[in-house]
């Protein structure tokens, strides 16, 4: 695929890959929208837009290719990326390939565990750092800070951790399922991941995440991180991802849902419903080897 080396967006091989990185933030917030709903036992964060797709994959490639060189921060800043001057191409190109592959031949089954589902994190964090500038995507309060993407998707950790908050302080807990062919299935098992907040089994990597967040945090906001804040204050992300053709009612009531401690408007299932999913991750893996690829300069 050429579509990042004919595009002026973007520069060649990953040459300025913070400024490439805010360029697909822009790029990213004007085409992907999101539909709010409200329903009687949570709402829904549908990601649309995905009809400019070659744009879409392109940016959500620059994106990730970033978000493994470690170019966002834990608040969110977009920082030049730590590689050695001399090997910094070949390495980041390395460590791109480490994460989803050295091509799309794969097997089916590393694709559907291993490479897509690691994709779809990197997708709902890039919505959750999109929010700083659309609060839609965030609706609870604007996020201060957030946890880095696992670069090993078996991790066995929450995906998704971030403070949010002005006045009082909360935290996000997102978990990521793309089961494309399962949405309810997908529901479920984020869900039940995110039920063991509530059960308090992820309070130490609660704790371990704000003390990550601390050094970023002004004076004021370190002060309100008192004890375990979240108990009181918390909001849940169950982000799924399927084929359009396998797209269930996001409004259903369920149990999976219903049962998890926080109110009615803390619970936001995230879907993305898209067309030949199974294509479209492909593409953006395409994409990120050919951005962090020098040796076809």
Known sequence: MQEILDSSK??????????????????????????????????????????????????????????????????????????????????????????????????????????????????????????????????????IAKTSIHLDVKDHGLDLIALYGTDELGVSA?????????????????????????EKLRDAEIRAAMSQFRPSLTADQREKLVGSFWHGERAYFPMVCCDKEHKVNWSKKRKVITRLKPPRDKKHLVPAAIEDAKSFFDEIADEMREYADDETL
Request: proline residues 2%; hydrophobic residues 35%; contains cysteine.
């Open 174 to 198: 997102g978990e990521c399922k793309a089961y494309l062919e399962r949405a309810s299935d997908a529901i479920a098992d984020a869900a039940n991941r995110l039920g063991e907040v509530d």
């Open 10 to 143: 973007y520069s060649r091989y990953a040459t300025n890959l913070a400024d490439d990185v805010q360029v697909a933030l822009d790029e990213l917030n004007e085409l992907l929208s999101v539909e709010f709903d409200e329903h009687k036992t949570h709402c829904v964060i549908e990601i649309c837009d995905f009809e400019e797709r070659q744009e879409v994959v392109v940016g959500i490639a620059v994106y990730l290719v970033g978000a493994i060189a470690s170019c966002v921060e834990c608040n969110l800043d977009i920082r030049r990326a730590l590689f050695d001057e001399e090997t910094g191409d070949r390495d980041l190109y390395h460590d791109v390939v480490d994460v989803i592959g050295e091509d799309n031949s794969i097997s089916n089954e590393k694709k559907t565990t291993e490479r897509d589902p690691w994709l779809w994190e990197g997708i709902s964090h890039l919505l959750f750092h999109l929010s700083r500038t659309d609060e839609e995507k965030h609706p609870p309060s604007r996020i």
